[in-house]
């Protein structure tokens, strides 16, 4: 039965990273908030973010209606800050993805004109630093949005607090901005859930460059996954060194089955 368990656990917690990506497209928020809710975790804007509707402006080119979150300057200027994003429980942590297309569309005259313009996204990390990535975006018409992807060397695996979106410059007075699909890679609540793992087992170093040591009060067998949930290490036993050098950098999982169910935990490997 323990092994069933077992077995069920781990396919769990498989799925689990596979399906880790969590979608917002504001069709459940009405028109004029400014807060949102994704995979149960509230979000708040500020400044000039809110949520619009408009017939036929959407991501796919569907028709219909569609709802986004979007802003304009109501002084019409064409630099500075448009507002941010972040959760209202400010424990609560998440990760933009780096593999998904991000969903925008810039324009002018609170959306009257197409435009061109170089936005800063900047993301105010767990640990409050600051990491930046200027990215130029151009609408063609007043029907499709546009696509971009953040740079995994700048975001993927970077906790964050907050997330700032800027004007920097622009050629031909972008002053209003729409964001959809906005997709993310985790949220989460760390107190909740790190909380009984750190009672229970401890992972040092982490980061790490290779060998790992995990300390617990009684031996579990340990499981290692990626990031797209494959078993890429298992250990018998914990207190002792696991090796994890011939794996390639990037962001894993530890696993180990207890009695008061499946514990995880995040590692880097540099």
């Not at 971009?148 to 209003?176: H, P, R």
Request: aromatic share 10%; glycine share 6%.
């Amino acid at each position: 039965m323990k092994q069933k368990i077992l077995l069920f656990s781990i396919f769990l917690f498989s799925s689990m990273l596979l399906n880790a990506q969590f979608t917002v497209d504001f069709e459940d928020q009405e028109v004029g908030d400014t807060s949102f809710t994704v995979n149960g975790f509230e979000f708040k804007m500020t400044d000039d973010f809110l949520i619009s509707e408009f017939d036929d402006f959407s991501c796919d080119g569907s028709v219909g209606p569609n709802k986004y979150m979007d802003t304009g300057y109501l002084d019409q200027a064409s630099s500075g800050v448009l507002g941010s994003i972040a959760p209202v429980n400010p424990v609560v942590l998440f990760q933009m993805s780096v593999t998904s297309p991000q969903c925008a569309w810039p324009g002018s005259g609170d959306g009257e004109h197409v435009s061109t313009g170089v936005f800063r996204f900047t993301g105010l990390t767990a640990d409050d630093n600051m990491i930046f990535e200027e990215i130029e975006l151009t609408s063609d018409n007043f029907t499709d949005h546009t696509t971009f992807t953040f740079a995994d060397t700048i975001w993927q695996g970077v906790d964050l607090k907050n997330l700032e979106m800027e004007i920097v410059s622009t050629s031909d007075s972008t002053d209003y901005f729409v964001i959809d699909n906005l997709t993310f890679e985790t949220i989460s609540d760390p107190t909740s859930t790190n909380n009984l793992a750190k009672t229970l087992f401890d992972i040092s170093p982490n980061p790490t460059n290779g060998i790992i040591r995990i300390t617990t009060l009684e031996n579990m067998e340990v499981n290692i996954y990626n990031n797209l949930g494959a078993l890429v290490k298992t250990a018998l036993n914990t207190n002792q060194d696991i090796d994890l050098s011939i794996l390639p950098a990037g962001i894993y999982f530890v696993s180990l089955l207890h009695e008061e169910g499946l514990i995880t935990r995040k590692i880097i490997k540099q």
